[in-house]
């Protein structure tokens, strides 16, 4: 079957840094996004991994691992405004996304 | 760039009513069209994908003749949820992908209540 496996909800203070782990069981695989919602709203782009590695983009880093089926989101000098779902989503082999509940992350000052 | 709209954001309608829903790319050529719902505090559950010009794929357990789904042109989809249910209450959000493995740029969403 497919599964996303990503912590449920997770703390951090304004400034610091937090990781988002993710992992995951699909049939097939072309790639894995990450993506930003907020509450009552559309999820929002923040990375695509493809290969193996880090990608990094401004504030938001995301890493890939395919031989572990691994992947973790970076945010650094968190902001309350980061304040929102985090959700992982890997693309399997038909180009689908498959989506877990994600990771609702809750920043204090 | 690609940018997705959806219309209406909000719409309260009767039992029994149908309501549509449409979603359009606005700066590129969608070629495939998602429709997803979303439950509060739940992930996202594909309801269909729709390739322009061809019937839409429904996922198991989603009653094609009470959501049908138009993918008539590149750039336009909707969505009609036929005899509305209290049950058909929740966030309707759409999104759009121009090739395979692009990302899928989402529209706002549409909370749809029915009454």
């Known amino acids: 079957g497919q599964n996303i496996d990503q912590p449920t909800e997770m703390t951090a203070t304004e400034g610091a840094i937090v990781q988002i782990n993710c992992t995951y069981q699909?049939?097939?695989?072309?790639?894995l996004f990450w993506y930003q919602q907020h509450a009552g709203e559309a999820p929002t782009f923040l990375s695509y991994?493809?290969l193996d590695g880090l990608e990094e983009k401004g504030r938001f880093s995301s890493f890939l691992s395919r031989s572990k089926g691994y992947s973790y989101l970076l945010l650094k000098e968190l902001q309350m405004k980061d304040s929102a779902s985090y959700l992982c989503?890997?693309?399997?082999?038909?180009?689908?996304?498959?989506w877990g509940a994600g990771t609702k992350l809750i920043i204090k000052p | 760039g690609a940018v997705v709209s959806q219309h209406p954001s909000r719409v309260i309608c009767k039992s029994g009513t149908s309501v549509k829903i449409e979603c359009r790319s606005l700066?590129?050529?969608?070629?495939?069209m998602f429709w997803y719902r979303q439950f509060p505090k739940k992930s996202l559950m594909l309801m269909a994908t729709?390739?322009?010009?061809?019937?839409?794929?429904?996922e198991q357990g989603v009653e094609k003749d009470k959501f049908l789904i138009n993918h008539a042109s590149l750039t336009l989809s909707t969505l009609t949820v036929t005899s509305a249910h209290p049950e058909d209450s929740s966030f309707y959000i759409c999104?759009?992908?121009?090739?395979?493995?692009?990302?899928?740029?989402f529209g706002p969403g549409t909370r749809l209540t029915v009454t």
């Open positions: 999104s759009a992908r121009e090739r395979e493995a692009d990302e899928q740029y």
């Open positions: 729709s390739n322009e010009g061809s019937k839409a794929t429904y």
């Open positions: 989503a890997p693309l399997d082999s038909n180009y689908q996304l498959i």
């Open positions: 699909t049939s097939g695989f072309n790639g």
């Open positions: 700066d590129f050529q969608a070629t495939t």
């Open positions: 991994n493809v």
